[in-house]
T-cell receptor, first 111, second 113 residues
Framework: GNSVTQMEGPVTLSEEAFLTINCTYT??????LFWYVQYPGEGLQLLLK?????DKGSNKGFEATYRKETTSFHLEKGSVQVSDSAVYFC??????????FGTGTRLQVFP | EPEVTQTPSHQVTQMGQEVILRCVPI?????FYWYRQILGQKVEFLVS????????KSEIFDDQFSVERPDGSNFTLKIRSTKLEDSAMYFC???????????FGPGTRLTVL
């Protein structure tokens, strides 16, 4: 069945460091891929998405490229801030339209 | 980003009691979803709903669960007889189309004692 695998956290970085959170997926067909972010005590917010192979989603300095050949959708940011501290969820939308989430990766950024 | 509203933000109930969680629809968003997140675990799909019918449901969504949107009003999730293991954050989500982006509400934290 369809699934999403994320790197385990927490990821701990200093401010202005480069961020990569790995995400790989298993799916039949061609799913859309998403990154959602959950700030402490809040709900899920869409961070970015990509709907087809080689698409790059970007928002707030974060980027992720839909790589069909490696079935990956890694999240990157060139310079993280303390305010980026949150839990990041990779997800895919399957043919039945439901979202399948990874386990989430907690990011902690220190000044 | 469209803003999805859920009520209540926190619900505490006794085991065996019925609870109803509500989600306020936003215009032009006709596809509805419920997800839940048990503390520290991944977000899990419960059910999708369109045109007053369930489109798909997960194994979690057993006979104790039901959804409805009476008269085009709030989209609700009812748990008929709560169990301890129903304690979780429940998220409502909405989309404009079957393959459209889903926008999530802030969640209702359900605590079953």
């Amino acid at each position: 069945g369809n699934s999403v695998t994320q790197m385990e956290g927490p990821v701990t970085l200093s401010e202005e460091a480069f961020l990569t959170i790995n995400c790989t997926y298993t799916a039949t067909g061609y799913p859309s891929l998403f990154w959602y972010v959950q700030y402490p005590g809040e709900g899920l917010q869409l961070l970015l998405k990509a709907t087809k192979a080689d698409d790059k989603g970007s928002n707030k300095g974060f980027e992720a490229t839909y790589r069909k050949e490696t079935t990956s959708f890694h999240l990157e940011k060139g310079s993280v801030q303390v305010s980026d501290s949150a839990v990041y969820f990779c997800a895919l939308s399957d043919e039945a339209d439901k979202l399948i989430f990874g386990t989430g990766t907690r990011l902690q950024v220190f000044p | 980003e469209p803003e999805v509203t859920q009520t209540p933000s926190h619900q505490v109930t006794q085991m065996g009691q019925e609870v109803i969680l509500r989600c306020v629809p936003i215009s032009n968003h006709l596809y509805f979803y419920w997800y839940r997140q048990i503390l520290g675990q991944k977000v899990e799909f419960l059910v999708s709903f369109y045109n007053n019918e369930i489109s798909e449901k997960s194994e979690i969504f057993d006979d104790q669960f039901s959804v409805e949107r009476p008269d085009g009003s709030n989209f609700t999730l009812k748990i008929r007889s709560t169990k301890l293991e129903d304690s979780a954050m429940y998220f409502c989500a909405m989309g404009q189309g079957a393959e459209d982006t889903q926008y999530f509400g802030p969640g209702t934290r359900l605590t079953v004692l």
